[in-house]
Nanobody, 122 residues
Framework: QVKLVESGGGLVQAGGSLRVSCAASEGTFGRSCMAWFRQAPGKGREFVASSSWIGNTHYAASVAGRSTISRDNTRNTLELQMSALKPEDTAVYYC????????????????WGQGTQVTVSS
């Protein structure tokens, strides 16, 4: 069982930056594909970014070029740094872990955090 706890959400103005973090409780973090998903009010869950255990990264087109996903396998932590934030980035951001090497499909993720709210004001 892997427990994931997100932190770092908050309110930020459009054009600003924000970093969200995820702490994992279990040692297998180092071999897991880790990802960020988000869900805006009234919408479905959306893939944001993922990182393989060796550092390969993949981003959704909506955040590519203004987001960076990073992980520290020695500390079991995952971060997402976002800049040039837009009101449409407003959502609950979830950290997730998968046993696959690399995937952007939500169904492939076995463990999820409780989420952290990010609100971007215009």
């Amino acid at each position: 069982q892997v427990k994931l706890v997100e932190s770092g959400g908050g309110l930020v103005q459009a054009g600003g930056s924000l970093r969200v973090s995820c702490a994992a409780s279990e040692g297998t973090f180092g071999r897991s594909c880790m990802a960020w998903f988000r869900q805006a009010p009234g919408k479905g869950r959306e893939f944001v970014a993922s990182s393989s255990w060796i550092g390969n990264t993949h981003y959704a087109a909506s955040v590519a070029g203004r987001s960076t996903i990073s992980r520290d396998n020695t500390r079991n932590t995952l971060e997402l740094q976002m800049s040039a934030l837009k009101p449409e980035d407003t959502a609950v951001y979830y950290c997730a872990a998968s046993g696959r090497f690399m995937t952007s499909l939500g169904v492939d993720y076995d463990y999820w955090g409780q989420g952290t709210q990010v609100t971007v004001s215009s």
